[in-house]
C-alpha cells in the first residue's frame, strides 16, 4: 500500500477520492512545509543579473540558434578523428593524444623479446666473426656469428664432418688478431684429434683440451670457461642428454665472459627446443666424382666428400636454407656449387646388416651335390 503526498501548490483543485493520512507538518505545534518560491531561491546576484538586460554577441547568438547536429553528423566527425593505424584522438582539457606509431612499437617488443630482425638488429661489427666460409656467412643475419653466444653443429653421423667444419670456423676465429686467448677443448672421449686441427690451421700452443670422465663433469667444465673472459672459444662434444637447465647455464655464462661456444650435437637433439644462437645441421649426403680423360682412358677421382649445412634455427633468419661445403687440400673452409651430372649420393649405414639363415648357413643336400658332380 503506497503512501500519497502531496505539496500544497501542487494539491488537485478537486480533492482525491480516497481519505489522506494525516501528515507530520498537519500535527499541532508542527510548522507547515511550504516549497520556496522561484524568487525566493535565488541569490542576490542571480536576481540583479536578471534585472538588467544582457546582450549577447553575433557569435554567440548564431551558436545557440544552430540546429543541433544528427547523429549521422556526430559518426562522421568521429570516424575523421580515426587515424590509419587504428589510435584514436583523445582530447584531454587542452591536450589531445598524440596516434601511437605501431612500427616503433612492434620494434620495441621485438628488442625486448629478443626476436630481432636483419633490419632492426643493432649490433656492432666488433661483435660478430666470420666462420671462414663466405657462403656460411650469406645463410647468417649479420654476416657471421656473434660473440658471446652459443653456436651447435648437429651431427647426422660420426663421420658426417660437423666436428673438422666447426673447427675449421674456430680456426678462422683464431687467426684474427685481436683473438689472444686460447682454445678450450671440453670432451669425454677421444673426439679430438690434433694433428687434424692442426692440418685445419688450429695452433696446439693456444689449445687447453680438458678430458671429462662423467657428463657432470663436462657440463661443469663448460660451465667455467664460458665465464672466464680470458678464454677466447670453448668447443666440446655433448650429447643429447643435456636438459634444458644446464643449456640454459651455457647461454648466461657465454653473455657473461663473452666466450663463443660451438657445441657439437647428435642427430637426436634436431628438431628440439635450444637456447643456442645459430643452429646448423651437418650431413655428408653428397660425394664430387671427377672424370679425366687420359690417353682415351675415361678414369673417375674421387675427391673429398662434400657436406651439406643445413641453417635449422637463427634468429633473424629463415630456416631451411643450405650450402655445401668442403674442407681444401690447404684446410680451408670453401663452399662449392657441384652440377647435379656429378654428385651422386652416398648413403652411409651405420646399422647391422642381418642375413637370411639360408645365406649365412648354406645347406646343400646330397642329391644336389650328386647330381652337380655327375654333370
Not at 93 to 105: C, H, K, L
Not at 261 to 268: D, E, G, K, S
Request: hydrophobic content about 35%; overall charge positive.
Amino acid at each position: 500500500m503506497s503512501t500519497q503526498q502531496t505539496f500544497e501548490f501542487l494539491a488537485p483543485p478537486i480533492a482525491p477520492t480516497k481519505p489522506q493520512r494525516t501528515r507530520l507538518t498537519d500535527l499541532p505545534g508542527k510548522p507547515r512545509f511550504r516549497a520556496p518560491s522561484q524568487a525566493e531561491s535565488q541569490t542576490p546576484s542571480q536576481a540583479q543579473s536578471q534585472t538588467q538586460p544582457q546582450t549577447q554577441s553575433p557569435a554567440l547568438s548564431s551558436v545557440f540558434s544552430a540546429p543541433a547536429p544528427s547523429p549521422d553528423a556526430l559518426m562522421r566527425s568521429h570516424g575523421a578523428s580515426t587515424r590509419p593505424s587504428g589510435a584514436l584522438t583523445r582530447a584531454s582539457g587542452n591536450q589531445v593524444a598524440t596516434p601511437v606509431d605501431r612500427s616503433a612499437v612492434l620494434a620495441d617488443l621485438r628488442k625486448r623479446a629478443g626476436c630481432l630482425s636483419s633490419a632492426a638488429t643493432q649490433v656492432h661489427r666488433a661483435d660478430i666473426y666470420s666462420t671462414g666460409c663466405s657462403g656460411i656467412d650469406a645463410m647468417l643475419p649479420q654476416g657471421g656469428l656473434r660473440i658471446g653466444t652459443v653456436t651447435e653443429w648437429v651431427s647426422e653421423h660420426d663421420s658426417s664432418g660437423a666436428s673438422a667444419i666447426s673447427l675449421a670456423t674456430i680456426a678462422a676465429r683464431m687467426k684474427d688478431t685481436n683473438v689472444q686467448g686460447p682454445l678450450v677443448v671440453i670432451s669425454e672421449a677421444n673426439y679430438f684429434y690434433p694433428p687434424a686441427a692442426e692440418a685445419i690451421g688450429i695452433d696446439l700452443k693456444r689449445v687447453i683440451w680438458a678430458k671429462a670422465q662423467t657428463h657432470a663433469d663436462t657440463v661443469w667444465a663448460i660451465d667455467q670457461a664460458l665465464r672466464c673472459p680470458a678464454v677466447a672459444v670453448v668447443w666440446a662434444r655433448v650429447g643429447g642428454g643435456l636438459d634444458d637447465r644446464d643449456a640454459r647455464r651455457f647461454q648466461l655464462a657465454a653473455e657473461e665472459g663473452q666466450t663463443s661456444a660451438v657445441l657439437v650435437r647428435p642427430r637426436t637433439v634436431r628438431g628440439r627446443p635450444t637456447f643456442a644462437d645459430v643452429r646448423l645441421h651437418v650431413a655428408p649426403e653428397m660425394h664430387v666424382s671427377q672424370q679425366n680423360k687420359t690417353n682415351g682412358v675415361l678414369t673417375t677421382n674421387q675427391s673429398p666428400f662434400v657436406s651439406r649445412v643445413t641453417l635449422d634455427r637463427c634468429r633473424g633468419s629463415a630456416s631451411g636454407c643450405f650450402v655445401d661445403v668442403m674442407i681444401d687440400d690447404h684446410g680451408q673452409l670453401q663452399a662449392v656449387k657441384v652440377p647435379k651430372s656429378t654428385i651422386y649420393h652416398a648413403p652411409i649405414s651405420t646399422s647391422s646388416v642381418h642375413l637370411a639363415s639360408e645365406l649365412a648357413h648354406p645347406k646343400t643336400s646330397s642329391g644336389t651335390g650328386s647330381k652337380s658332380r655327375r654333370a
